[in-house]
Nanobody, 123 residues
């Protein structure tokens, strides 16, 4: 499965961005999907996850109430709507797919990863 993440860019603090991740193929709706991020000099961290149907989600405490993960299985796409962005949200954001189809926060559980898209939040 090849994942393609896009939508990153430069935004001022308090602004919004929407990331998208597409996965060509008829099996997209089977996968649980997740977003992770890695800031310079830091380890990769969990951001949000969604199960195969979109009926269950999970978020890191640092983004709860500001970020929303969603998916459109008809378009083979998962989204991460990011509002009220802060400079500490600056990172490369990665999408990932889990064959198990559930909500997963642990990076090692994911089977496939996208190439990442850079989000920079200026103060």
């Amino acid at each position: 499965v090849q994942l393609q993440a896009y939508g990153g860019g430069l935004v001022q603090a308090g602004g919004s961005l929407r990331l998208s991740c597409t996965a060509p193929g008829r099996t997209f709706s089977n996968y649980g999907m997740g977003w992770f991020r890695q800031a310079p000099g830091k380890e990769r961290e969990f951001v949000a996850a969604i199960n195969w149907s979109g009926g269950s989600t999970d978020y890191a405490d640092s983004v709860k109430g500001r970020f929303t993960i969603s998916r459109d299985n008809a378009k083979n796409t998962v989204y991460l709507q990011m509002n009220s962005l802060k400079p500490e949200d600056t990172a490369v954001y990665y999408c990932a797919a889990d064959w198990g189809g559930t909500v997963v926060a642990a990076a090692e559980k994911y089977d496939y990863w996208g190439q990442g898209t850079l989000v920079t939040v200026s103060s």
